[in-house]
């Protein structure tokens, strides 16, 4: 089991950027698959990012394409989530996910974190 505990969230103005963490506690934070979603108000909890166990392998939804990077530190039990050019429409709870694989934080990680709030002003 896993526990993840996210951070620096806050408000910035539209083109801004925000580097996100997530610490993760226990010594086998290296054998799980992360990922990164999202809850804007009034929507659905959406798929944002995930990263293979070793850091190699990465996956985003479209709409952060080219403007997100997610990366991790097994060293440090941690995984970041840096964000630029952000946009009003990128407001929204983000949460910290892992899982066994990188499908499984794609679609029913069954680890999540609190979450950090994330707004951007126009």
């Known amino acids: 089991q896993v526990q993840l505990v996210e951070s620096g969230g806050g408000l910035v103005q539209a083109g801004g950027s925000l580097r996100l963490s997530c610490a993760a506690s226990?010594?086998?934070?290296?054998?799980?698959?992360m990922g990164w979603f999202r809850q804007a108000p009034g929507k659905e909890r959406e798929f944002v990012a995930a990263?293979?166990?070793?850091?190699?392998?990465?996956n985003y939804a479209d709409s952060v394409k080219d403007r997100f990077i997610i990366s991790r530190d097994n060293a440090k039990n941690t995984v970041y989530l840096q964000m630029h050019g952000l946009e009003p429409e990128d407001t929204a709870v983000y949460y910290c996910?892992?899982?066994?694989?990188?499908?499984?934080?794609?679609?029913?990680?069954?680890?999540w974190g609190q979450g950090t709030q994330v707004t951007v002003s126009s």
């Open positions: 226990g010594r086998t934070f290296s054998s799980y698959a």
């Open positions: 990263i293979s166990t070793s850091g190699i392998s990465t």
């Open positions: 996910a892992a899982g066994s694989s990188r499908a499984s934080v794609r679609t029913t990680p069954p680890y």
